[in-house]
Nanobody
Framework: QVVLVESGGGLGQTGGSLGLSCAAS?????MGWFRQAPGKEREFVAY????????LYAESVKGRFTISRDNAKKTAYLQMNALKPEDTAVYYC??????????????????WGQGTQVTVSS
């Protein structure tokens, strides 16, 4: 069992920046960030593998968000720049215990964080 603890988020302004962290209690294969806005399904945001650092981004955040990791700290980060009101959502980190297929699908993740609110004011 791996526990994921998120931190960061909060209130940001349009065009501003916020950062999220996700600390894992154990080693996993990859980490992902997802978000869920009120009344909408949870959607993929970004993904990174621990060993090789391969990354993947949703089109809606490409060029604005950056996912990174610190292997020694077993912590993944999501730096969010050029924020937009539509980025407002609860953000979740998730971990894959091993390679699990399509990184954008929630069903392919084994562990989830508790979620943290990100609100972007216009």
């Amino acid at each position: 069992q791996v526990v994921l603890v998120e931190s960061g988020g909060g209130l940001g302004q349009t065009g501003g920046s916020l950062g999220l962290s996700c600390a894992a209690s154990g080693r996993t294969f990859a980490m992902g960030w997802f978000r869920q806005a009120p009344g909408k399904e949870r959607e993929f945001v970004a993904y990174i593998t621990w060993t090789s650092g391969i990354t993947l981004y949703a089109e809606s955040v490409k060029g604005r968000f950056t996912i990174s990791r610190d292997n020694a700290k077993k912590t993944a980060y999501l730096q969010m720049n050029a924020l937009k009101p539509e980025d407002t959502a609860v953000y979740y980190c998730a971990a894959q215990q091993g390679p699990r297929g399509i990184a954008t699908a929630t069903r392919n993740y084994d562990y989830w964080g508790q979620g943290t609110q990100v609100t972007v004011s216009s």
